[in-house]
């Protein structure tokens, strides 16, 4: 069990499986000593920016090829959690982070922008068509997958992409099908 | 790096690999396997597994039918061919395989620690096409990992496949049939549910070569079967037929 507040001798071995996973570089031990955590790798790689951004998620600090960290308020149940669940790849940190605000503090630390939902305000149907397939074209989606996930005819899509008018309910198709939100103050 | 390559290069690369852990727990592997590996190297990461004649008899399965490797590899064969999204999978020898490691936690992992699993029915119907026609028995929560920028499931370990049972109704079919209840009489047609529909006798036996007659008899029924499925629903209705 990884307890909020240190890293049981009983999980080193869970905790060491998660980082490992996270990173590049090989991590050969893992020593707790009273409040010291001593992480030992093999050799650090130079490239291996994740073990980077664990290294500032844990204010911790490099000496040749070991990771010193002082266990200070790092709640050790959350990091284990990050690890595993995102493995320290940028795009599924910032998801976790939007679906559960607790992670932006990691991203805050790690210096990646916080996850935040960007809202664009509309106010022609030009601009609802330009926001929509920019999304579709950012997501690498095909004229005929949207068909096929919308329920609505490629003819239909086409003219709404040249700003023809829609009706709302094929609009809230595609935003659903584009995992879109729409609001309306 | 999303191809495997050569058998040759897999081998000399994993002699020099390191080895990586595998779980993130203590408790050991999940699958029936003699030996798995995961290695790192400068390509990408290599997972291996390989087979022995007792877990053959643990799963009574004859090795001569076809090992839990080869039919792991022709469920690979099966997925590329239909466009199905499966890591890279080699089969190194009769009782090993080889697959690239996607760096994503498995649907318990992320059930467990973080929350719900959100699903697309159109992924979901694909992958439960296919587990219908490979005859999946073992569909856990283990068996499957989850993408949660996409929302989207991605199978694994694919080798109790073609065996002449039925299957057994696939851990995300359950979830999904419990909170989608409105989406699964939804027609649904993908690209690749197309392609496995398309797919005629020849190409079906070129891909997964079975040698015993009842394995075989029992794909055909069960890929003429999803022929006729054009909703979760559907699927769902064949394992409770």
């Known amino acids: 069990m990884i307890n909020q507040n240190a890293i049981d001798p009983s999980s080193i071995l869970q905790f060491s499986s998660a980082l490992q996973l996270s990173i590049d570089s ?146 809230l198709k595609i935003a659903q099908a584009l995992d879109l939100k729409i609001s309306i103050f | 790096m999303h191809k495997l390559p050569s058998k040759a290069i897999i081998r000399k690369l994993i002699k020099t690999a390191k080895q990586m852990p595998l779980a993130t727990r203590g408790y050991p592997s999940r699958g029936q396997s003699k030996r798995q590996e995961l290695y790192k190297t400068p390509k990408a990461k290599f997972f291996l597994k390989q087979v022995s004649s007792t877990n053959h008899r643990d799963c009574q399965i004859k090795p001569e039918t076809g090992t839990l490797a080869q039919r792991e590899f022709w469920a690979f064969c099966l997925a590329k061919h239909i466009g199905l999204n499966t890591p890279d999978l080699t089969l190194l020898d009769k009782m090993t395989t080889v697959q690239i490691w996607f760096d994503l936690p498995d649907a318990q992992t992320f059930s467990t620690h973080h929350g719900k699993l959100r699903f697309q029915k159109e992924n979901i119907f694909n992958c439960a096409l296919f587990d219908w026609v490979t005859g999946q028995i073992d569909r856990h929560d283990a068996n499957y990992l989850y993408d949660t920028i996409h929302q989207q499931i991605i199978l694994i370990d694919s080798a109790h496949s073609f065996l002449k049972y039925e299957g057994a109704l696939p851990d995300y079919l359950k979830i999904f049939e419990l909170v989608a209840d409105s989406a699964l009489q939804d027609n649904i047609t993908t690209a690749v549910s197309t392609k496995l529909k398309n797919i005629t006798k020849q190409q079906l036996f070129k891909l997964v070569p079975l040698k015993d007659k009842h394995e075989k008899q029992a794909l055909e029924r069960r890929l003429a079967q999803a022929k006729d499925c054009s909703t979760l629903q559907n699927l769902i209705d064949l394992y409770r037929d």
């Open chain 1, 26 to 171: 090989i991590l050969l031990d893992l020593i707790l000593k009273d409040d010291v955590y001593t992480f030992k790798f093999d050799r650090v790689e130079k490239h291996d920016h994740r073990l980077k951004y664990f290294q500032k998620m844990v204010d911790g600090e490099f000496k040749k090829n070991t990771l010193v960290v002082h266990n200070k308020n790092q709640d050790w149940s959350l990091i284990y959690n990050f690890l595993i669940l995102s493995r320290l790849r940028d795009e599924f940190m910032k998801k976790l982070a939007s679906d559960e605000p607790r992670y932006n503090f990691f991203l805050d630390k790690i210096g990646l922008e916080q996850a935040q939902d960007a809202a664009t305000t509309i106010t022609s149907i030009k601009e609802a068509s330009d926001v929509i397939f920019a999304k579709v074209k950012q997501d690498k989606i095909t004229f005929r997958e949207l068909s096929q996930k919308t329920g609505l005819t490629q003819v239909t899509l086409n003219r709404f992409k040249s700003g023809h008018d829609t009706k709302l309910s094929s609009l």
